[in-house]
């Protein structure tokens, strides 16, 4: 049985057979309209969502199978009724499930019972399926994965950072950080996978510093979903990492921004910055859909 949880539960070589079939679905919105005929796939969600929700709602229902939107609180989950007995009757009802998680260490419970094949829709370590949307963005953009990309974080190295990071290897690329000093600890589990996979890495203090000669500037809120009591705290300290023109002045020439969304203008990015980078960043929601199917393609197997 497959599990996504973390870029790397693919291997090199599955990760370019999904980006590529993404592709392949992108070119044709019918291309597996009967592939989930019979199957019902359970969307659970710890946390809010609207892309993640969406792609994979409209996914399931283009591949000829049942979305199952649940919200944790309206289950018996929310009144205290176990994981592990929630999974098992999920697991009798449904043949996967998509689960956007607080804790991470939940998905690897609910993983590790083996019983439905589990999708990671974002957890506080990890957020797969943005990541593979992202990169197939990068290629459908004229990058090459297989060599010589540049890529700059400005923000905090969680979820979003840390699936780009992992898969950084993958894709060839150089990937280099910019968080304030109090934010700037790499999850030591997502450093040793960066250790193992000799990933080429750079971490910096100063926006300017991981910006310089990148191809690509990516950034996420300053404000995670759950951290909304540092709200006041992190806006000050976050402060001198906003995307702005001047900052991107330092980035190589032809370089695209990627944002996962949702924006927060006048924060991590400028309004000015969103407006000439929607291309960019709006194709990269766009293919959360087409991403979604190669990936459910291959958690079933059928890919
Ligand atoms: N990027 C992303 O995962 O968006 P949602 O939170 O809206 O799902
Ligand atoms: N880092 C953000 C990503 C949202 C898609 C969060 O966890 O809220």
New binding site residues.
Partial sequence: MRHLLSPTDLSEKEFFRILDRAREHRNNRALAKDALAGKSIALLFE?????????FSVAVTEMGGTPISLEAMQLQLGRGESLEDTTEVLARYCHAMMV?ARDHRNLEVMAGMNRIPIIN??SDLH?P??IIADYMTLEQLGFSLHGGLRIAFVGEPNN?FNSLAVAASYAKARITIASPRAYSQIHPAIQQELTRLKTEFQQFTEPAGAVRDTQVVYTDTWVS?GQEAEEETRRKDFADYCVTTELLSLAASGHVVLH???AHRGEEITAEVMEKYKHSIFEQ?EN?LHAQKAILEWIFGIL
Wanted: charged share 25%; net charge positive.
């Fill in positions: 946390k809010s969502s609207t892309r993640t929700r969406l792609s956007r829709g974002l957020h399926c943005q979003v979903m996962c969304l949702p929601a959360r």
